[in-house]
């Protein structure tokens, strides 16, 4: 097959990838800021390791359907307001904990939280997509994604500091500030692309009404896209794990200080190094895909892989003996980075007119584990009595196993190119007969 000659992103759409890069490292630092202030908020708020649990899931009550409706709703109105609009909500929910001195009120603003961060990723994925050549999308969207991952480690530091000098509740309302800077910035140069942008919403119903639902439930129903559902399932496991626990494990059981310069190292660099790593591995398998013209050896084949050294680390962090050990693994395990490229394979077999719509409901059901995960290593924790090393080791296990289940399957089972064939085998008949 003959090579595929390499395509530019425009100046603006790197402003763009750019500006949802922010976006979304401000959104999962909003998630991360949780469990840096875990120790502390337990304490103030005498909450048992359920309780912290629950509290931690509870952001993912309202995620799934959230996401399901505003990101079909911005097929409809823009992804410029809706992103607009959401960021400026999670402002001014992180705004309000600052007030927050009971566990009833603490869990009410992590589940508002959580219906407004539900529709952002999937809402930012169909806002870079119309910007981004077909052969530069997995290094495109994993910039977009470089954000989820490299939030937490930029803000970690400044973060913990806050925590530690001033107390947990300024570092809440640091991050309301910085959510609404970006909105501000995000209504002067953000802009939809010009040929959605430009499009009336009477335009805008006929294309909806075209490829109506009873086309797209098969592509959500098809054995690609429901098994790379499974395989975004698996990482949000465990990021949700990283999210809410892993600054606890560090302290509980490897008896690390907030101080600590491992302790910092343990809550930064997994998300550095994974960031570099959405970032190589987008462009290593859009260059893949270059050469080869297939989804499955250049994005099918390394997600797996991905997902299978995920599984390996995770299990040996909590198996070492030591603290160092521990750091290491945790940084090691490429949580995330296979996201872009799973999120590249829906691109391509989804209707381009509910892209949006397609992409809210893989996320909503993808991130289900944010609500579970959580809640399930609480639960699990506590169930080990005085035993809290050996809870989370169980606990730890489980998400390793989750992972090398999922990696397999999904490598048995998720074939993108012939669906993309087919639904493009489809457009060329619609095509014809219109």
């Not at 509870?58 to 911005?74: E, G, I, K, P, Q």
Request: proline share 5%; charged share 10%.
């Amino acid at each position: 097959m003959q090579k595929k000659t390499r395509t530019r992103i425009s100046p603006y759409s790197w402003v763009l990838i750019l500006l949802l890069l922010a976006l979304g490292a401000i959104n999962f630092a909003d998630k991360a800021v949780l469990g840096l202030a875990a120790v502390p908020i337990i304490k103030e708020l005498h909450l048992s390791p359920a309780q912290y649990g629950l509290v931690s899931g509870s952001l993912f009550w309202l995620y799934a359907l959230s996401s399901v409706l505003v990101t079909a709703w911005s097929d409809r109105i823009g992804t410029k307001k809706v992103l607009a609009l959401l960021a400026t909500g999670w402002a001014i929910v992180q705004l309000a904990t600052v007030f927050v001195f009971t566990f009833p009120a603490l869990l009410l603003t992590r589940i508002v939280l959580g219906a407004g961060e539900g529709p952002s990723y999937a809402t930012s994925v169909a806002a870079a997509t119309p910007w981004l050549p077909s052969d530069r999308r997995a290094f495109g969207l994993g910039i977009v994604t470089f954000g989820s991952v490299i939030g937490p480690a930029l803000f970690a530091p400044i973060l913990t500091l806050l925590i530690a000098m001033v107390g947990w509740r300024l570092a809440f309302a640091f991050l309301g500030g910085i959510g609404l800077l970006w909105v501000i910035l995000w209504l002067l140069v953000g802009r939809e692309h010009p040929e959605t942008g430009t499009m009336s919403l009477q335009t805008t119903q006929v294309e909806h009404s075209r490829i109506s639902w009873s086309q797209v439930r098969p592509i959500l129903f098809s054995r690609t896209v429901l098994f790379t559902i499974l395989a975004v399932f698996g990482l949000y496991w465990a990021s949700a794990l990283y999210l809410s626990w892993n600054p606890v494990y560090l302290v509980t059981v490897r008896h690390l200080r907030l101080s600590d310069p491992l302790y910092l190292a343990g809550i930064t660099l997994p998300y550095i190094v994974g960031g570099i790593g959405l970032i190589a591995f987008g462009a290593l398998a859009d260059s893949l895909f270059r050469r080869t013209g297939s989804h499955r050896r250049s994005y099918v084949y390394l997600a797996t892989a991905l997902l299978l050294v995920s599984a390996l680390c995770v299990y040996l962090a909590v198996s070492v003996p030591s603290a160092v050990g521990s750091v290491l693994f945790f940084t090691l395990a490429p949580i995330g980075v296979a996201i872009p490229l799973l999120v590249t394979i829906i691109t391509a077999v989804a209707p381009v007119a509910h892209r949006g719509a397609v992409l809210g409901i893989v996320v909503a059901v993808s991130t289900l584990p944010g609500l579970i995960a959580p809640s399930v290593t609480g639960v699990v924790i506590q169930s080990a009595g005085k035993n809290v090393e050996g809870g989370f080791h169980n606990a730890y296990l489980l998400t390793s196993l989750l992972l090398l289940g999922v990696g397999v399957v999904f490598l048995a089972c998720a074939r993108p190119d012939d669906e993309h064939l087919e639904e493009k085998r489809k457009r060329s008949v619609v095509g014809l007969h219109s």
